[in-house]
């Protein structure tokens, strides 16, 4: 599964980019080393509570490929 580059947007309630980023970085690791601990699975990828701001990734396009994420993970 390939990375999107989120575009930053002034918006109210975009995704802050930090947490985003870590969560990327996470789910990089978990489908990379998928017996490993401390990865993420797919409930806590549906259960994300991403803190908002008044700047940051554009939350529709965050939020689809959350999506994506879940089912890939569920798949495993």
């Known amino acids: ?3 999107p580059m989120f575009p930053l947007v002034s ?5 802050m980019p930090v947490p985003v980023d ?3 970085r996470l789910a990089s ?8 601990p401390g990865g993420l699975a797919a409930d806590e990828i549906r259960h994300l509570n ?9 939350s529709e396009a965050v939020d689809a490929w959350l999506d994506e994420l ?5 798949k495993r």
């Open 50 to 58: 991403l803190p908002c701001g008044s700047y940051g990734y554009e």
């Open 22 to 24: 870590l969560v990327q």
């Open 1 to 3: 599964m390939a990375y």
């Open 29 to 36: 690791f978990t489908l990379a080393h998928p017996g490993e």
């Open 70 to 74: 879940a089912e890939q993970l569920e």
């Open 11 to 15: 918006a109210p309630a975009s995704y």
